[in-house]
């Protein structure tokens, strides 16, 4: 199972920044792509953004022009910098390991997309 430490989320006011961690552990970016989702309550899950060495970067809509997604290879770790933050922005993150399959990106292994611990970002008005 792949290991992930996230950090980074708190709380901020809309057009406030912040950048969100997630170190992987045992595994290397040669073995996976990486990504992001995020789940509001009452909202399904989202896919948020992914960086894969073949294809590049992805965003969804809503965060495309705000979010940089980036990996530091020395440090094994994903960051996720989110700018202009708005209030629909808040919703707990969650970082992945992903697999492109069918015709989106999805969590590697056998959790749901928006599994483990996560980091909560909230955004107020």
């Known amino acids: 199972e792949v290991q992930l430490v996230e950090s980074g989320g708190g709380s901020v006011q809309a057009g406030e920044s912040l950048r969100l961690s997630c170190k992987l552990i045992?595994?290397?970016?040669?073995?996976?792509?990486m990504g992001w989702f995020r789940k509001a309550p009452g909202t399904p899950c989202e896919l948020v953004s992914t960086?894969?060495?073949?294809?590049?970067?992805y965003y969804s809509d809503p965060v495309k022009g705000r979010f940089t997604i980036s990996q530091d290879y020395a440090k094994n770790t994903v960051y996720l910098q989110m700018n202009s933050l708005k209030p629909e922005d808040t919703a707990v993150y969650y970082c992945?390991?992903?697999?492109?399959?069918?015709?989106?990106?999805?969590?590697?292994?056998?959790?749901?997309?928006?599994w483990g611990q996560g980091t909560q970002v909230t955004v107020s008005s």
């Open positions: 992945a390991a992903v697999v492109w399959f069918g015709r989106t990106w999805t969590r590697a292994g056998p959790h749901e997309d928006c």
């Open positions: 045992d595994y290397t970016f040669d073995d996976f792509d």
């Open positions: 960086i894969s060495r073949d294809v590049g970067t």
